[in-house]
Each structure stands twice: as structure tokens, then as C-alpha cells.
């Protein structure tokens, strides 16, 4: 695969993102786009690697809290909770909402992939009792482009919520109907002596959710 040795053919969606601000991440994308040719299976190792990096920044940027131990698909689920898919006028319909989750599910599914692989075939992942199967470019390059598409998606949905109009914005305190809804239908949540409305909970932790129901809720009141 010559022409993988000499042109940055892979990283697309990660270069753009680098272009927006996440530097970090450069070091990655440039040894991944040689490795593709000179060292396969080191991409697998440095694929994980990326979408690792873009997983706890978007979490960090919306100061969603999680554990430097998580593994990479509890990041990545974590990230994806925390983001609105959907544009507004598009969250309360129900089957388009199925449908971007069966894709989010492929995505997960390659991030399994992906980790399998480093596992099973990265050079630079723990030790095996057994020599590992070597892998070609071809293979390296699927792994390589898993990780830009997920790296790209998750990049332009965090971005895209984070320049979205104040007034398109949803906010707590302009819904008190719908928050009043959620705290009868569940108790509040008591951690020691301090206590939570559910409804707060939901819009801080699960912003997307909020989203959802908050838009079907108006619906049906209409």
C-alpha cells in the first residue's frame, strides 16, 4: 500500500477536529496514518488511544465527571448520554430517534471492535503467551477509519451544541410544568442528608434525556 506511506489519506474527521482545537490529539492522528503502512498493528493500539482522548475531552469540556479508569466503551457511552444528537424540532419523533440509535449502536459495536483488536493484535498492548497473527494494512486501515468516523462524529455534535443559539438552548427553570411532572412521578433522591429533584438530576446528568421527554411532554400538551 504505497500510497497510505505518503499522503494523510485517513484522518479527515480527526484532523478537522485538531483544526478546531483539540491539539492534543495531533501526535495520535500523524502516528496512526504512518503505522497504517509501516506498522499495523500499532494502529489499533493508537486508534483506542484516539478515541479515548476525544471521549474524555468532551466529557471534561461538559464538566461531566468520570473515572480515570474507565475502559473505553463506558467513555464512550458516557460521551454519547451526554450529547444532543438530534437537532430540536427532530427529538420528539420517535423513529428517528431509533434509527440514530441503532446507528449509535454500530458505532459502540466498532468501538468493541476496536478494542478487541488491540487486545488480540496491538503491538504495543500487554503481553500474550503466544506470538500474535500479524496484520496487513488492509485490516489497520479498517480500524484507522472506524476511529476517525466515531472521532468526527462525537467532535461535530460537541461542537455543534456548544455554538448553538442561546435562544435554541434549553433551559431548567423555563419548564416548571414539565419538572413538577417529573418529581411526582419519582421520589427524590437523597445522598447523606442533602436532597435532589429528580428533575434537576435529569437535566444535569442526562441532558439529552431531559430533551427528549421535555419535547414529547410538549406534544401532547399541544
Keep these: 500500500m504505497a500510497e497510505s506511506r ?19 490529539i495531533e501526535e495520535q492522528v500523524q502516528g496512526i496514518e504512518k503505522a497504517v503502512a509501516e506498522n499495523p498493528g500499532l494502529v489499533f493500539d493508537l486508534a483506542k488511544t484516539l478515541v479515548e482522548s476525544v471521549c474524555r475531552t468532551v466529557l471534561r469540556e461538559r464538566n461531566i465527571s468520570y473515572n480515570e479508569n474507565d475502559d473505553l466503551p463506558k467513555l464512550f457511552k ?6 444532543p444528537f438530534l437537532p430540536p424540532e427532530a427529538s420528539g419523533k420517535s423513529e428517528i430517534r431509533k434509527s440514530l440509535e441503532q446507528t449509535l449502536n454500530g458505532l459502540h459495536t466498532a468501538i468493541q471492535g476496536i478494542c478487541e483488536l488491540r487486545n488480540r493484535c496491538g503491538f504495543a498492548s500487554h503481553g500474550a503467551a503466544e506470538p500474535r497473527p500479524p496484520m ?3 485490516q489497520a486501515l479498517l480500524a484507522a477509519q472506524a476511529a ?5 462524529f462525537l467532535y461535530r455534535v460537541h461542537t455543534r451544541d456548544h455554538t448553538v443559539s442561546p435562544s435554541t438552548r434549553i ?25 435532589f429533584r429528580p428533575s434537576e ?16 411532554f410538549l406534544a401532547e400538551a399541544n
Design 201 to 216: 438530576v435529569l437535566f444535569q446528568m442526562e441532558p439529552e434525556s431531559y430533551r427528549i421527554y421535555l419535547t414529547e
Design 78 to 83: 458516557n460521551a454519547t448520554q451526554t450529547l
Design 136 to 138: 496487513e494494512s488492509v
Design 6 to 24: 505518503n499522503s494523510p489519506f485517513l484522518m479527515h474527521s480527526a484532523r478537522e477536529a485538531i483544526a478546531g482545537g483539540l491539539t492534543h
Design 171 to 195: 433551559r431548567y427553570e423555563d419548564n416548571p410544568d414539565f419538572n413538577d411532572l417529573v418529581d411526582e412521578a419519582h421520589e427524590i433522591i437523597r445522598i447523606f442528608e442533602v436532597e
Design 148 to 152: 476517525d468516523a466515531i472521532v468526527g
